[in-house]
């Protein structure tokens, strides 16, 4: 009922698909004395859509032991796949937030250190389009002085809807809705079309990234 209940809330909306990709930069944690993390990932999340890169060590630096980096030496790239919805009438989408948080893991056990909230639609672009960030974590352990990640994010707009989703047509005709104004939200799945996002949940208060920079 509750998937049911989203897309009545669509009902004559328009339905952008999007294609975002981050390359991992440098990442910067700082902790409090007598702690030092020991192997990060960047968790890019959204409900059960979790894209992860692999495990990096932390390297300390040599004035301050316990503020230290990871730096990508070799660029890794992870993508996700991104519906944005609008009113016919507006002249934006809808916000759409999607969380990087940052992780450590030592002897299998994760512990979440810090995230940052970003709405894909300040992003969002008809033609490609590519944006260095500077994101500054939200501390999500007492352990955590200060987290700062750097990537570059760049978007492809995919397509947009139809209306053709021979599901939505049916609950429609008993709802008498027009047909015309049902979308293919079927098509527009985020969640069953990111085929690489393995299922996890993160309960977190993060913080939210500034208004896009200038593009590149």
């Known amino acids: ?32 004395n007598k702690w030092q993390p020991d192997k990060l990932r960047v968790v890019w999340t959204r409900r059960n859509r ?27 790239n992870v993508d996700i796949t991104v519906t944005l919805f609008k009113d016919p009438n507006a002249d934006e989408f809808e916000d759409k ?13 994760r512990k979440v250190l810090a995230s940052v ?4 639609k300040r992003y969002a672009s008809a033609t490609p389009a ?8 939200k501390p999500l ?12 994010l760049s978007c492809v707009f995919l397509k947009e809807g139809k209306a053709t989703d021979e599901d939505m047509q049916s609950l429609a005709s008993l709802m008498s809705l027009k047909q ?3 979308g293919n939200l079927d098509d527009f799945s985020d969640e069953e079309e990111d085929k690489r996002a393995s299922t996890g ?16």
């Open 50 to 76: 979790r894209i992860c890169t692999k495990l990096h060590g932390w390297q300390p630096g040599i004035k301050n032991p316990y503020r230290g980096m990871v730096v990508w030496q070799a660029p890794e």
């Open 141 to 152: 352990s007492v352990k955590v002085v200060e987290a700062t990640l750097k990537l570059t």
């Open 180 to 182: 015309s104004d049902i």
């Open 1 to 32: 009922m509750t998937s049911v209940w989203k897309r009545l809330q669509r009902v004559g909306k328009r339905a952008s698909k999007f294609q975002f990709a981050a390359t991992y930069q440098e990442l910067v944690v700082e902790c409090t």
């Open 97 to 109: 937030d999607w969380t990087f948080i940052i992780e450590n893991e030592t002897k299998g056990h």
């Open 201 to 216: 949940s993160t309960t977190t208060s993060p913080a939210t990234a500034p208004p896009p920079p200038s593009r590149r």
């Open 117 to 120: 909230d970003v709405n894909m």
């Open 130 to 137: 590519q944006y260095e960030l500077t994101l500054k974590l």
